[in-house]
């Protein structure tokens, strides 16, 4: 059984606490039985009753869809454009029935003016293990809900430039990330009529990277961003597809360079 089906089937408590744990709790609402919502008062770090994996796969939940919300309140207001645009992301990220609403909870308890981002994004990294696979997917996530209505807000930009930073994210990573998450909601689609230069930014490699190069980075990637390896360190089953897709993409992007270099 996966953590979430554990979570709605009462079977254990997570032992979470700390912002993660309140946001977790408070946005499953009347499905949170009362043993787990005392189970949340725990000190954080206590890990009676549930797995270091499924503390982890709740946190990247929890901090995933409360950080979106907090981005898209960063200038000012959260418009409906947005909220459905929020649901666009939820809808490709395949998550449906009670999973969808408190990932929908969560993304209105981020809009809160006292939402406490450093504490969410630094709980976060703990409970993930400092895995910095985990932090590029789920900052590819805050990206991808940023370029939702096509462009990114000055503070929305400030604030994915702070939350890559606090990760761990190397120089340039985030610049990385955008390209792919632009390639991907462009009208053409990752798979389709992708440009040599968005290829080289998906795959971090420079127009003048031998073939080997280009090779060792798609193959990187591909190890770094594994279904399988992901869930292991902390990414909800019930969330793989978002993995999934971003192996498409880094797939798509080797197959354009092999055939323009070919040429």
């Known amino acids: 059984m996966s953590w979430w089906g554990k979570v709605i089937g009462g079977a254990f408590g997570f032992m979470l606490g700390g912002p993660l744990g309140a946001l977790f709790g408070a946005a499953l609402g009347h499905s949170f039985d009362r043993g787990l919502r005392a189970s949340l008062r725990a000190l954080p770090g206590d890990d009676v009753g549930a797995t270091r994996q499924e503390r982890a796969q709740a946190a990247f939940f929890s901090a995933t869809f409360g950080v979106m919300g907090h981005i898209a309140k960063a200038d000012g207001r959260v418009s409906q454009e947005e909220i459905r645009l929020a649901g666009a992301v939820m809808d490709q990220l395949g998550l449906r029935g009670e999973m969808r609403a408190a990932a929908r909870n969560l993304f209105n308890a981020g809009r809160d003016d006292e939402f406490p981002l450093d504490d969410v994004i630094a709980q976060f990294r703990r409970e993930c293990r400092y895995s910095l696979n985990l932090a590029r997917l789920f900052v590819e996530i805050q990206v991808q809900a940023a370029y939702a209505d096509g462009s990114v807000h000055h503070a929305e930009r400030r604030l994915l430039n702070h939350i890559a930073d606090a990760l761990g994210l190397a120089e340039g ?41 280009v090779k060792r980075a798609y193959r990187r990637l591909m190890n770094r961003h594994h279904p399988d390896k992901l869930v292991s360190k902390g990414l909800p089953e019930e969330m793989m597809k978002a993995a999934t897709e971003k192996t498409r993409e880094i797939k798509a992007a080797y197959e354009r360079l092999k055939e323009a270099r070919s040429a």
């Open 173 to 213: 990573e985030l610049e990385q990330l955008e390209a792919v998450v632009r390639a991907h909601t462009g009208p053409r689609g990752a798979a389709a009529g992708l440009s040599e230069q968005e290829a080289y930014k998906i795959l971090g490699v420079s127009h003048d990277a031998s073939d080997a190069d």
